[in-house]
């Protein structure tokens, strides 16, 4: 139980098991590691209940039935997976969110997500997943973060972040 | 709806592993992500080097097995990098990408629930767009799903032994460093 309870593991030890986590979900799903398209799916199931007509219009959000899937289910398990690493460890926050953060993380979520579906996945999907399989689209999804990244936290390093 | 339960359980046991380790890998931590964009922590770099090395050695051995396929995405040479750029904007500003916003957000961490809001009103916004999009930027430059070995005939096994001596290396020289 006490490597359960460490409030952190080596980042190779971490990094190492997602590697092999990715084996399991390759091989026991047929599915590589994503999350961002799951926020798609909670859209369409959520406008599937308020206007079907407009889900069976829209073929980004019909193809995506059932919306329930295996990479929903993978998000669920996702926060409960890291409640429990953080509840054995003592180590769960809850701190207050002033307002500017609030508007920032909303906006960095809107930017963040508009970016990955239009590269066609994330930092899961194409940084890990991606990049795994030496593709292409991973590696240059990978550059064009750390590109952009590295230059918004040098303009923001001095103000409230 | 739904999809058939064990492929459910599966996906939540999957899911659950996922969360775990990246809770205990630190990653879940806004302070950890933004101190990797400003070179001051390497964490991240640390757990996705290791994971893309260990997880593609292996995911490549069973695919020479027959035990999997491979899920190649397209190189779409305008929206991937167009794409990725305007998630690297929005990961320093939330602090956390889409999995560690959710490992975040079921720690506890409130300012994550505010970026998932964000992204699901963004999830909302694109798919308004994603059929002009699929004809346009995704469609301009679009390579196929092309992998490094098919694109410049070096082998699988050179690119993973290349890259897991440059990643030891490199790492070497940052726990070296961190000790002085």
């Known amino acids: 139980m006490s490597i359960l309870a460490r ?4 980042p190779y030890a971490a990094g190492a098991g997602i590697g092999i986590l990715s084996w399991f979900a390759f091989w026991s799903a047929d599915h590589p590691l994503g999350v961002s398209s799951v926020m798609v799916r909670v859209v369409a199931a959520i ?3 308020a ?3 407009h889900v069976a219009a829209t073929p980004y959000l019909s193809k995506l039935a059932p919306f329930f ?15 429990l690493s953080a509840r054995l460890s003592h180590s769960a926050e809850d701190s207050p969110v002033s307002s500017t953060r609030r508007w920032q993380a909303i906006l960095g979520g809107f930017l963040l997500l508009f970016g990955a579906r239009l590269a066609g996945g994330c930092t899961s999907g194409h940084g890990i997943s991606g990049s795994l399989q030496l593709a292409l689209s991973g590696w240059i999804f990978f550059a064009c973060i750390f590109a952009s990244g ?5 303009v923001l390093k001095n103000r409230e972040l | 709806m739904f999809e058939t339960l064990p492929r459910i359980l599966l996906g939540l046991l999957t899911g659950f592993l996922f969360g775990f380790l990246l809770q205990k890998g630190r990653v879940s931590d806004r302070r950890v992500i933004v101190g990797q964009f400003l070179l001051r922590d390497f964490t991240v770099m640390k757990v996705m080097l290791t994971a893309i090395i260990v997880g593609g050695a292996g995911v490549y051995a069973m695919h020479a097995a027959g035990l999997t396929k ?7 040479l305008v929206a991937v990098p167009v794409g ?10 939330l602090g956390y990408c889409p999995g560690t916003a959710v490992a975040a957000a079921g720690e506890g961490k409130r300012d994550a629930w505010f970026g998932l809001a964000g992204m699901i009103a963004a999830a909302a916004v694109y798919a308004e767009f994603a059929g002009l999009f699929a004809s346009t930027v995704q469609k301009w430059s679009n390579l196929g799903p092309v992998t490094l070995p098919e694109l410049t005939g070096v082998p699988v096994w050179a690119w993973f032994a290349a890259l897991a001596i440059a990643a030891a290396l490199f790492f070497r020289w940052l726990e070296s460093r961190a000790r002085l």
């Open chain 2, 84 to 93: 990725g750029l305007i998630f690297g904007v929005g990961m320093v500003l």
């Open chain 1, 7 to 10: 409030p952190s593991w080596s």
């Open chain 1, 150 to 154: 590295m230059l918004t936290a040098q």
């Open chain 1, 47 to 49: 406008e599937q209940a």
């Open chain 1, 51 to 53: 206007a079907p007509a």
């Open chain 2, 70 to 76: 491979l899920f190649v995405k397209p190189a779409q």
């Open chain 1, 69 to 83: 899937d295996w990479e929903f289910a993978l998000v669920i398990g996702l926060a409960a997976g890291a409640w």
